[in-house]
């Protein structure tokens, strides 16, 4: 089958592209990008005269809670999902039910991709065996299974000698090891950001040093054992001020932030509303500030949803019992295009470095070139669609957002995975 896309402003800031292009897909590759293509024979042709043809865009950490926890997200939902909002591809975290904690279990989430999913998807796999943080799991035997890098996600290795000896097999590997920086001692029971307003609701805090902390010595430990590290949803200034120190010192890492972490602080809390209970917690509008800063800087490498799936039960219950977590993967690219684009903060360069180049560079992924011969995987965002987020229309089989009725401008209109034509301005064709 073949594809055209006529009129769209093309962006491509590697192969040095910005500009109003055609572009012609067949057999699954980029066949031709220039100016008045000519389909061929029983081509179909998409016009998105007005809108912006990316590089597919990818999200470096999603829960897709399969094994175990299907009745919050499959792989079928949540890959369509992430077609929905946008991404040609997902990376799968490990804390399922059983953590993905070895080489079957890889192979189970890649072959049930394979089967039903409707994005690419790559597996990441446990650094410790079902994430308690007491023993290695087998990190040779997952990544020669196709795991492409290694978290306790959703948990902090807390002994030391245990994570410099992750990091010294990861990084034998060629794998990076993905960490959720937070010292559990500093945590305690705390549930959303210390400070006057945890006070005022009466709920106990986590202070922003349990980041900060972890940060520090994770960084030590990355630049003693030159592996690669990945500080997943950086949360907070001081966290930001330690990773760009590092990287100005030569550390090989990199970072992530969360679109709920730009653009939601703890204020976000008032009411008790279990939607905005995440782990690390909303912060302050100054973290907000720094991150946003950091993101268009390039201090911070990528843009990731952090998409946690839960069901209606587990939100419905007191603020400190609620999972923590939202869904993002059919809100994130708006979000970043709404607050940070359209206000000439972040260029749609900018945009494609930090959702598409980037995470392939931390997974260690093929950049999604578009460029004869390349694979066509490419998003489409029409930055003039004004549309209000109703969660219940999300492909996602949960609904768990604080950005319900938020009034957004720009919105993924077409996803495009190895030259098929997965979503169109919102519907999905699989």
Known sequence: MEL??????????EQGLDGRLDVRIADGRVAEVGED??????????????????????????????????????VRTGTRAAARGGFTAVAAMPNTRPAIDRESLVRFVLDR???????????????????????????GDMAR??????????????????????????????????????????????????????TRLGLPGVPAAAEEVMVARDLLL????????????????????????????????TCEVTPHHLFLTEEAVWGYDTNARVSPPLRTEADCAALQEGLVEGTIDAVATDHAPHTREEKLVEFGLAAPGMVGLETAVALVVDRLVRTGRLSWAGLAERLSYGPARVLG???????????????????????????????????????AGWRLKGRPAATIVAGRLLMWQGELLV
Do not use: C, Q
Request: aromatic share 4%; glycine share 12%; no cysteine.
């Open 4 to 13: 055209l896309l006529r009129g769209g402003r093309v962006v491509d800031p």
């Open 37 to 74: 293509l000519l389909p061929g024979p029983g081509a179909e042709v998409r016009d998105v005269a007005g809108m912006v043809v990316l590089p597919g865009l990818i999200d470096p950490h999603v829960h897709l809670r399969e094994p175990g926890r299907e009745d919050a997200e499959t």
């Open 113 to 139: 991709a394979a089967r039903e999913g409707a994005v690419r998807v790559y597996a990441i796999g446990a650094v410790t065996k079902e994430r308690a943080g007491e023993e290695l799991a087998e990190m």
């Open 145 to 198: 299974a196709g795991a492409v890098a290694f978290s306790d996600d959703g948990s902090a290795v807390m002994n030391a000698a245990l994570f410099r000896r992750a990091l010294e097999y990861a990084r034998g590997h060629g794998r990076p090891v993905i960490v959720h920086a937070e010292d559990r001692n500093l945590v305690g029971d705390g549930v959303m950001n210390e400070g006057a307003l945890s």
């Open 222 to 253: 990355a630049e003693l054992t030159g592996a690669r590290l990945h500080v997943a949803h950086v949360s907070t200034a001081g966290a930001l001020r330690l990773i760009r120190e590092a990287k100005a010192r030569g550390v090989r890492v």
């Open 365 to 403: 992924l093929p950049l999604n070139a578009i460029a004869p011969g390349a694979p066509a995987d490419l998003t489409v965002v029409d930055p003039g669609a004004e549309w209000t987020v109703d969660p219940d229309e999300f492909a996602s089989k949960s609904r768990n957002t604080p950005f």
